[in-house]
C-alpha cells in the first residue's frame, strides 16, 4: 500500500532542535514536489514548507523562515525537515504530503496534495 511516513517528533525544551523525516514506501517521489504541514492544537492545519523535485526550489511560511529548512533524499526517497530554535507555538502534529505537480513556489490548496502522512508530534515545553 503506498504510504508516507514522518518519524522523528519529540519533546523538546524551547530553542532546541528536531530533524524530522518523511519516508515513501511503495510512491514515487521523485517528479514530484512535496511539502510539509502542521496542525497546533485547536488551529487548522497549516503549511510549513515544500521542495521541487530536484530540490533547486524551496518554499517556506514567512514566519518559519530562517529557523526550518527542508530538504530531501531523491535516492532514499525521504523528506526532511530540519528546525532551529524550536519555540512553544511549533507545538503541532507534523504531516508530509506529496503534492500533484513539481511547482514548489508556494503551499498549495490542499486537493493538490495525493497522499498525506499520519504525522508525527512535537511538543515544545520546558
Known amino acids: 500500500q503506498p504510504q508516507l511516513v514522518e518519524s522523528g517528533g519529540a519533546l523538546v525544551q524551547p530553542g532546541g532542535s528536531l530533524r524530522l523525516s518523511c519516508v515513501a514506501s511503495g510512491l514515487i517521489l521523485r517528479n514530484y514536489a512535496l511539502a510539509w504541514f502542521r496542525r497546533a492544537p485547536g488551529k487548522e492545519r497549516e503549511g510549513v514548507s515544500c521542495i521541487s523535485p530536484s530540490a533547486d526550489t524551496t518554499y517556506y511560511t514567512d514566519s518559519l523562515k530562517g529557523r526550518f529548512t527542508m530538504s530531501r533524499d531523491r535516492a532514499k526517497s525521504t523528506a526532511y525537515l530540519q528546525m532551529n530554535s524550536l519555540k512553544p507555538e511549533d507545538t503541532a502534529v507534523y504531516y508530509c504530503?506529496?503534492?500533484?505537480?513539481?511547482?514548489?513556489?508556494?503551499?498549495?490548496?490542499?486537493?493538490?496534495?495525493?497522499?498525506w502522512g499520519q504525522g508525527t508530534q512535537v511538543t515544545v515545553s520546558s
Open positions: 504530503a506529496r503534492q500533484v505537480n513539481p511547482i514548489a513556489s508556494t503551499i498549495q490548496t490542499r486537493d493538490r496534495y495525493d497522499y
